[in-house]
């Protein structure tokens, strides 16, 4: 075999594997969410967004993503500021920052639970400091904004570092001669983060951002763990309809609704933060 | 006016000494080279001039005022980095404007001085590209505009040249030494390029392990060397050291011969030449002559002095073959001495 196509069959396993186990259910999906008894239709698609939850869902997430990963943005960015100008100490903090990050969602969701909950340590502290005289109900449907806030603290607590990592990388990729000529011709510190970091650093911010706003279109376990069907998102609800209600073909609209949004959101960042070739480092 | 004063500057870095105790006065308009090998400290001293490096100790003056508190940017200086450092993610006129941009001058004027600067380093046509589309040398220019639009009183750089090939080192070290001239700032050169410091400065600071071995002019480098080490160092090839013992007053025995000296009161003294300050004569020191290069214009002949290296750059109209026994005879006025403990001329 010429070397020329040994890269190729290389990768050609792993090719197979994505056509045979992600664009074939993928195509499925799609067949399922617009095909009844008699061919297409729409019908499937008409019943998930009547249904009074669709928007409710589609707005909470998206406005869950909305607020999540800004948050997380610019906390991650201040930690990675902090984390690079460390000389010492600097993977042991790293590590820290990481903890969150080897737990799953669900353990995530349930921790925050065990602080929220009735008889959770919000409540113990608040009870035993004598602010309250007896447990509030924090996540109940009477004040859905809590189990929204409890979702959004879990969130940013769970999945923050993942920015921070990839940005603490970007941010080692940069020269410190960049840094340095701002300095020199004027740029103070903040000026150097807006005029040489921030850009220089558009390749890590694009990674980062799809991958996290991605998954945040995806939240489902720690809704659930905070407030089980209460709080309605697009994850959720395909949920819901899969097993709950068993309905594969309105699932499976829901499923699509969540790609589409993603790959708009995909789109809008590799837009937004494209470096033009000559502009490379 | 910027006259830079550097006043007992010391540096460390943990347990190791960068810089012992650097005094040093730039005259307003000077091109001042510090010229040594890498590690010799002289990219330290640069840097803490600019700011970008905290003395351990000392201070250092620009235009009569003290300024090693200070940021870079309050300074009053602009750079010249070795890596250029020329912004990828900006064109060519934003690099330039940089700087200015940071001192909120009016569009109008900033229009104006990248223009003009550009124009003085002929990059006016590439104004709208990026650094990747730049050679080496185009950045090269972009960096030295970008300082030179800063109008600075200092202009600092960093072995501004080293990055290019030979070819348009030696263009752009003329047309450096131009453009600066003309600018009238004060400036500051590192290189370990011998050949472009003396044909760059002004003055040369020779520097050796963290110390100024000697400040003065190339000529007088060359010619009047402080220290054993800026003879070696400087001159390619560097000067014939031969020890020397006293014979009497004034009169030393170098290999064999006797050649009036300085009476210091020593009793050993190295005898220093330089290699084109030999003429063949009866007389003179006996050589071996081991290697010939004919050179065009001179010939260089290794020789072998009393069992040591010897080099003779001699003309080309001379015929000397390896193995023939030369008699060199050193040109009395260019014979220096210098003390074997302390190194220093004598």
Request: a neutral charge; proline letters at 5%; hydrophobic letters at 50%.
């Amino acid at each position: 075999m010429t070397p020329r196509f040994l890269p190729y069959a290389l990768l050609l396993p792993a090719t197979l594997f994505l056509l045979v186990f992600f664009l074939y259910p993928f195509v499925q999906i799609a067949v399922l969410a617009f095909s009844g008894p008699e061919g297409f239709t729409l019908q499937h698609v008409q019943t998930m967004t009547s249904h009074w939850k669709f928007g409710t869902a589609l707005t909470n997430t998206i406005v869950l993503a909305a607020i999540v990963v800004p948050i997380q943005l610019v906390m991650a960015l201040s930690m990675a500021s902090i984390v690079t100008k460390l000389k010492t100490g600097r993977s042991a903090i790293l590590y820290i920052f990481t903890i969150p990050l080897g737990l799953s969602d669900l353990a995530a969701g349930i921790i925050w639970l065990a602080i929220f909950e009735q008889s959770g340590f919000l409540n113990s502290v608040l009870y035993g400091l004598g602010i309250i005289e007896q447990p509030i109900l924090f996540l109940g449907y009477q004040n859905i904004w809590v189990i929204f806030l409890a979702v959004i603290l879990a969130e940013v607590w769970r999945a923050t570092a993942i920015v921070m990592v990839i940005l603490v990388s970007g941010m080692g990729l940069i020269p410190r001669e960049y840094y340095e000529a701002a300095e020199v011709f004027g740029a103070s510190p903040w000026k150097r983060f807006v005029k040489i970091t921030l850009p220089m650093l558009r390749p890590s911010l694009q990674s980062a951002l799809i991958l996290r706003t991605l998954a945040a279109f995806e939240v489902f376990a720690v809704v659930v763990a905070l407030g089980g069907t209460t709080l309605p998102v697009l994850m959720g609800e395909t949920f819901q309809w899969q097993f709950a209600l068993q309905d594969r073909n309105v699932a499976s609209a829901y499923a699509l609704v969540i790609l589409a949004i993603s790959i708009a959101s995909t789109l809008f960042f590799l837009r937004v933060l494209r470096v033009p070739k000559e502009a490379r480092i | 006016m910027a006259e830079i004063v550097i006043k007992n500057v010391a540096k460390s870095f943990g347990s190791f000494k960068a810089l012992h105790s650097i005094d040093l006065t730039i005259s307003d308009q000077e091109f001042m080279v510090l010229l040594g090998a890498s590690g010799c400290g002289k990219t330290t001293l640069l840097r803490i001039v600019a700011g970008l490096e905290t003395p351990t100790q000392g201070e250092v003056w620009i235009g009569g005022r003290r300024v090693d508190h200070l940021p870079p940017r309050e300074r009053g200086i602009a750079m010249v980095f070795q890596n250029y450092a020329v912004f990828p993610h900006l064109t060519v006129f934003e690099n330039i404007a940089f700087g200015l941009r940071m001192k909120k001058l009016p569009q109008a004027e900033i229009d104006g001085r990248v223009t003009r600067t550009a124009e003085l380093m002929h990059i006016e046509q590439l104004l709208k590209r990026y650094s990747g589309q730049l050679s080496g040398g185009q950045r090269q220019r972009v960096a030295v505009a970008r300082a030179l639009a800063m109008e600075p009183d200092v202009i600092l750089m960093d072995e501004p040249l080293s990055n290019l090939d030979a070819l348009l080192r030696l263009e752009m070290r003329a047309e450096l030494k131009g453009v600066l001239a003309a600018s009238k700032t004060t400036t500051i050169y590192v290189t370990h390029d011998q050949v472009e410091a003396m044909s760059l400065a002004d003055r040369i600071s020779v520097m050796n392990q963290g110390r100024i071995v000697q400040a003065a002019t190339p000529v007088e480098v060359y010619r009047n060397p402080a220290a054993r080490f800026v003879g070696s160092f400087i001159g390619n090839p560097p000067m014939n050291f031969i020890p020397a013992t006293r014979e009497g007053e004034g009169r030393w025995n170098v290999a064999g011969i006797t050649v009036e000296g300085p009476d210091a009161g020593r009793e050993r003294l190295d005898f220093a030449i330089r290699p084109e300050d030999v003429d063949i004569a009866p007389g003179g020191l006996k050589a071996t002559a081991r290697v010939v290069e004919p050179l065009g214009a001179h010939t260089l002949v290794t020789t072998e002095v009393n069992g040591a290296m010897f080099r003779a750059v001699l003309d080309s109209d001379i015929r000397v073959s390896p193995g023939d026994e030369l008699s060199l005879v050193p040109k009395p006025d260019r014979v220096r001495w210098f003390d074997p403990e302390t190194t220093a001329a004598v």
